[in-house]
């Protein structure tokens, strides 16, 4: 008997449509199942990025929202009802978002997982300035990505969950020299620097050199601010962290305003 190897490979795609202050939000899918991770865009951006990156709009089978800044948030509803898809998110974030009342919303907590076709999604607790802040790791089969974006420092635990990844979304979000010398206001200065604010390239460039041993091979650099940061800074603080790494880790950078090139976790074979 002759088997196709294909039918017992599994694969998982993603991409990211807008990281930073302005809007973020990412996609990721296995076959034509989909889900959306943080839903911060305009509706036509949104779905202009879905095209872009060839995922349908009836692929989406739900929204995953990581809290209720409105830069991860704002387009959700619209984008739930278009869609007639579940938004899921923390009684926290919950509390704190505005949705019609014909959106379903799905309760998730941290360490429990959500299934969404072929897909597991599970959520994680980070540090940030919210009610009920979560990172996620969507994964099928052995592939796993994970979100971890808006959390003012790094804990062990969202190490050990990061290096079960392959491909990780991590926050550069400023540079401390240009935060700090910048025109934000003192108490912006100060939220944003605080330990439930944004990690500095320093930060993320430490999480960054601890990941670098276990599974990650892919590191997407994103929620880099427009005002307190540089894509040059950001990769070379992020290089700087893997150059004392055996292992080949690919960087890039997530943009504002244009979706990122599809990222590809496959069987090897």
């Known amino acids: 008997m002759t088997w196709n190897l294909d039918l017992f490979r599994t694969e998982l795609r993603f991409a990211v449509l807008g990281s930073g202050s302005r ?4 996609v990721v899918w296995s076959g034509r199942h989909a889900v959306l991770v943080d839903c911060g865009l305009p509706t036509r ?20 929202l990581t809290h209720e800044h409105t ?5 959700a509803d619209a984008i739930a009802r278009r869609l007639g898809v579940p938004v899921h998110c923390t009684a926290g974030t919950r509390v704190g ?12 907590r941290a360490g429990v997982s959500v299934r969404c076709g072929p897909m597991t999604v599970e959520p994680f607790a980070v ?8 990172g996620f790791v969507v994964g099928v089969g052995a592939h796993r990505v994970g979100f971890a974006t808006d959390m003012g420092s790094v804990r062990e635990s969202v190490v050990r969950v990061l290096r079960t990844c392959r491909a990780v979304l991590l926050e550069f979000n400023h540079d401390e020299h240009m935060l700090w010398h910048g025109e934000y206001p003192l108490f912006l200065k100060e939220r944003v620097g605080s330990d439930r604010g944004h990690l500095s390239n320093r930060q993320a460039a430490a999480l960054l050199s601890r990941l670098a041993g276990g599974r990650v091979e892919r590191v997407v650099l994103g929620h880099i601010s427009g005002q307190n940061n540089r894509r040059d800074l950001v990769l070379n603080a992020a290089q700087a962290a893997l150059d004392s790494s055996d292992q080949d880790v690919v960087l890039s950078i997530a943009d504002q305003d244009t979706p990122s090139a599809v990222m590809h976790l496959h069987d090897r074979g």
């Open 23 to 26: 809007g973020n939000c990412a």
């Open 97 to 108: 978002i505005k949705l019609h009342p014909d959106v379903q919303v799905r309760t998730v």
């Open 127 to 134: 540090p940030h300035d919210t009610a009920e802040p979560v």
């Open 45 to 64: 951006r949104t779905l202009a990025g879905l095209k872009a990156v060839g995922v349908e709009p009836d692929w989406i089978d739900g929204i995953f």
């Open 71 to 75: 830069d991860h948030v704002g387009g």
